[in-house]
């Protein structure tokens, strides 16, 4: 997790990505004891999960390029909904559907930011492949969830897809423009594939089968998701050059 997070790093970003790590290993550990019956654990979960989201959080906050403020602003609104998810799903409460939809309005806040500056669904393939593969997830999910969750769950997969569609859209338009935002928009891109990862390893866990060290697999792919994300605002100051500023 650790060299995704120090990809395109300047020395701060890179330094931030080390509290990030240490943060997110945290969680990882403390979910990991507390699922082998280590309640002793609980708090470091309970501490580090909120607490690397924070600091990602940070991260987007105090870039030092943005893309734009708009841009900015409305990753910031979405990492904020993805705390709220995060306390919502650790919580000793089944608040799973309060934080469903926490994550449904982060992803509507991060689809917005990815249509900040380029049209929605610039790139069709881009959103179809990934419609397609949501499709495909609710097709082997349909069976083993709960006939109450059925369209919640089938609501999120879209509104999910649909924000990684928009991602690698984005990405691959800018690419071509030979836009100054082109290196960002990758990075945005590739964390957009790894929190449709880490919700599809969630959904899979939860609803059809449980998988040994879920919590290493979805939790690392979560933060690697939010920091390439986080780190998206920022433009690169040696991005290609041509397009616009």
Same mark, same amino acid.
Request: proline share 4%; glycine share 8%.
């Given at each position: 997790? =650790?060299?995704? %997070?120090?990809?395109?790093a300047?020395?701060?970003?890179?330094?931030?990505g080390?509290?990030?790590?240490?943060?997110?290993?945290?969680?990882?550990?403390?979910?990991?004891?507390?699922?082998?019956?280590?309640?002793?654990?609980?708090?470091?979960?309970?501490?580090?999960?909120?607490?690397?989201?924070?600091?990602?959080?940070?991260?987007?906050?105090?870039?030092?390029?943005?893309? =734009?403020a708009?841009? +900015?602003?409305?990753?910031?609104?979405?990492?904020? %909904?993805?705390?709220?998810?995060?306390?919502?799903?650790?919580?000793? /409460?089944?608040?799973f559907?309060p934080?469903?939809? /926490?994550?449904?309005?982060?992803?509507?806040? %991060?689809?917005?930011? %990815?249509?900040?500056?380029?049209?929605?669904?610039?790139?069709?393939?881009?959103?179809?492949?990934?419609?397609?593969?949501?499709?495909?997830?609710?097709?082997?999910?349909?069976?083993?969830?709960?006939?109450?969750?059925r369209?919640?769950?089938?609501?999120?997969?879209?509104?999910?897809?649909?924000?990684?569609?928009?991602?690698?859209?984005?990405?691959?338009?800018?690419?071509?423009?030979?836009?100054? +935002?082109?290196?960002?928009?990758?990075?945005?891109?590739?964390?957009?594939?790894?929190?449709?990862?880490?919700?599809?390893?969630?959904?899979?866990?939860r609803?059809?089968?449980?998988?040994?060290?879920?919590?290493?697999?979805?939790?690392?792919?979560?933060?690697?998701?939010?920091?390439?994300?986080? +780190?998206?605002? /920022?433009?690169?100051?040696?991005?290609?050059?041509?397009?616009?500023?």
């Amino acid at each position: 997790m =650790s060299a995704v %997070f120090s990809t395109h790093a300047s020395p701060m970003s890179g330094r931030k990505g080390v509290f990030v790590a240490l943060a997110a290993g945290g969680a990882i550990i403390g979910s990991l004891a507390t699922s082998g019956g280590a309640d002793a654990w609980h708090w470091l979960h309970w501490v580090c999960k909120p607490l690397a989201t924070l600091l990602i959080f940070g991260v987007a906050s105090h870039a030092i390029r943005p893309v =734009s403020a708009v841009y +900015r602003r409305r990753m910031l609104l979405g990492i904020t %909904f993805c705390l709220l998810g995060d306390v919502s799903l650790m919580l000793p /409460e089944d608040l799973f559907v309060p934080g469903l939809i /926490e994550f449904l309005i982060a992803h509507a806040w %991060f689809i917005a930011a %990815f249509s900040s500056d380029v049209r929605f669904a610039a790139r069709k393939w881009t959103w179809l492949a990934c419609l397609a593969f949501g499709a495909g997830m609710a097709a082997l999910l349909w069976p083993s969830v709960a006939p109450a969750l059925r369209i919640p769950v089938l609501i999120y997969i879209s509104v999910l897809a649909t924000m990684a569609g928009q991602a690698l859209g984005r990405a691959s338009w800018l690419r071509v423009q030979g836009d100054v +935002r082109a290196a960002s928009a990758r990075r945005a891109g590739a964390g957009a594939l790894l929190f449709m990862l880490s919700d599809s390893l969630l959904a899979w866990d939860r609803f059809r089968a449980a998988l040994p060290w879920a919590a290493l697999y979805i939790l690392a792919t979560y933060y690697a998701a939010l920091w390439l994300m986080a +780190r998206s605002v /920022e433009r690169d100051s040696g991005a290609l050059t041509g397009g616009q500023g």
